[in-house]
Antibody
Framework: EVQLVESGGGVVRPGGSLRLSCAASGFTFDDYGMSWVRQAPGKGLEWVSG????????GYADSVKGRFTISRDNAKNSLYLQMNSLRAEDTALYHC???????????????WGQGTLVTVSS | VIWMTQSPSLLSASTGDRVTISCRMS??????LAWYQQKPGKAPELLIYAASTLQSGVPSRFSGSGSGTDFTLTISCLQSEDFATYYC?????????FGQGTKVEIK
């Protein structure tokens, strides 16, 4: 069974940092690009960042560029999101999601993890 | 950025009804559109990609149509498990964007 399980969320003060992780299983992880998609409470979906199959190419939404860094460890079947300089508007449920192919920048998302909640509040 | 307008935002329907959800783009995207279903407390699930291709395992009562700027998701005979929120997503251009969602509730 293909599965994605996120962890690392929590409550952090504005300006703080957090590192999210996504553990993948049930498929050949390094065959696929991966992305992070977030959902603010009661709101819609926003693509945040993506990475290709070998980590050599990454992309970011303008809203997080320069503050967030995506990475992956194919030996550990894991995806990461380092979030710095966090703002109140970053408060959301963060899902990791698999791309349909080895890239990250164009395609649908399937499957998705359940998400990990990040709350930025003083 | 491609903007997407999903309508309606709320749809009240009964089991057995045929329902349609619309997704309109700010510019043409050929058929680079996906649809997702999300139930409360759950992750979104892919229903349709390439505007009309049903994802494996998705019931045939779901169908998608359209190209260019106007797209539709149809549920031919609404079942109790279909009450959820539905999102469209374009993957024609970077960054990928989503519609604001349509909540299908019990009438």
């Amino acid at each position: 069974e293909v599965q994605l399980v996120e962890s690392g969320g929590g409550v952090v003060r504005p300006g703080g940092s957090l590192r999210l992780s996504c553990a993948a299983s049930g498929f050949t992880f390094d065959d696929y690009g991966m992305s992070w998609v977030r959902q603010a409470p009661g709101k819609g979906l926003e693509w945040v960042s993506g990475i290709n199959w070998n980590g050599g190419s990454t992309g970011y939404a303008d809203s997080v560029k320069g503050r967030f860094t995506i990475s992956r460890d194919n030996a550990k079947n894991s995806l990461y999101l380092q979030m710095n300089s966090l703002r109140a508007e970053d408060t959301a449920l963060y899902h990791c999601a698999r791309e349909p192919l080895g890239g990250y920048d164009l395609g649908w998302f399937d499957p998705w993890g359940q998400g990990t909640l990040v709350t930025v509040s003083s | 950025v491609i903007w997407m307008t999903q309508s309606p935002s709320l749809l009240s329907a009964s089991t057995g009804d045929r329902v349609t959800i619309s997704c309109r783009m700010s510019q043409g995207i050929s058929s680079y559109l996906a649809w997702y279903q999300q139930k409360p407390g759950k992750a979104p699930e892919l229903l349709i990609y390439a505007a009309s291709t049903l994802q494996s395992g998705v019931p045939s009562r779901f169908s998608g149509s359209g190209s260019g700027t106007d797209f539709t998701l149809t549920i031919s005979c609404l079942q109790s498990e279909d009450f959820a929120t539905y999102y469209c997503q374009q993957y024609y251009s970077f960054p990928r964007t989503f519609g604001q969602g349509t909540k299908v509730e019990i009438k």
